[in-house]
C-alpha cells in the first residue's frame, strides 16, 4: 500500500509544479496589462501637462502687460484694482502649475510604492488637479486679456515687442 501511495504523490507534485508555472505566467500577463494601463492613463495626464505648459508664457506676457500699464502716472484708481486682481489670478495660476508639477510623482516612485489599484487612483486625482490648474490659468489669461489685450504671440509660447512699426507676419 505504501508504494502505490508514493507514484500518486509524485504525479501530484508533478501537475502542481506545472500548474504553478501557469499561474506565474497568468501573474506575469496580470502585471504586464495592469502596468500598460498605468501607462495609458499617466500618458493621458502628462498629455493635459503638455496642453498647460505653453499657457505659462502666455501667463508671463500678461503679466508683463500688466506691469506696464501700472507703471502709468495717470492710472484711475478702479483700473489699478482690476489690473492688481487680475495679476494675482494670473500669479495663483502660475502657483497652481508650478506647485502640480512639484508634487507630480513619477510612474516609477508610483509603481515601487503603491499597487496597481492606488496608482490609478493617484493619477487619476491628479488628472483631475491638472485639469483644474488648466481653467484657472485659461480663466486667468482670457481675463487678463480682455484688460490689457490679448497681444500675439509665434505659437512658441512666448510674447515679444515689435516696436512701434509692428511686423509683417508674411516674411
Known amino acids: 500500500m505504501k508504494l502505490s501511495f508514493f507514484p500518486f504523490l509524485l504525479l501530484s507534485l ?3 509544479a506545472c ?12 502585471m504586464e496589462a495592469a ?17 498647460v505648459m505653453p499657457m505659462m508664457g502666455k501667463i508671463t506676457a500678461a503679466q508683463r502687460a500688466i506691469a506696464e500699464e501700472l507703471k502709468a502716472e495717470d492710472l484711475a484708481a ?3 484694482d482690476l489690473l492688481e486682481a487680475a495679476n494675482e489670478q494670473l500669479e495663483d495660476a ?14 516609477d516612485d508610483l509603481r515601487a510604492n503603491m499597487d496597481n489599484d492606488a496608482i490609478i487612483t493617484y493619477i487619476k486625482e491628479e488628472a483631475a488637479d ?5 481653467t484657472a490659468m485659461t480663466t ?15 505659437g512658441d509660447g512666448h510674447d515679444h515687442d515689435h516696436g512701434e512699426g509692428g511686423h509683417d507676419h508674411n516674411h
Open 14 to 16: 508533478l501537475f502542481t
Open 19 to 30: 500548474g504553478g508555472g501557469d499561474s506565474v505566467a497568468v501573474e506575469e500577463a496580470a
Open 35 to 51: 502596468m500598460a494601463g498605468q501607462d495609458k492613463a499617466y500618458e493621458g495626464m502628462m498629455d493635459a501637462h503638455d496642453r
Open 78 to 80: 478702479d483700473r489699478k
Open 94 to 107: 502660475n502657483d497652481g502649475m508650478m506647485n502640480w508639477m512639484k508634487g507630480l510623482k513619477s510612474l
Open 130 to 134: 491638472v485639469a483644474k490648474v488648466e
Open 140 to 154: 486667468a489669461i482670457a481675463a487678463a486679456n480682455e484688460l490689457v489685450g490679448g497681444g500675439h504671440d509665434h
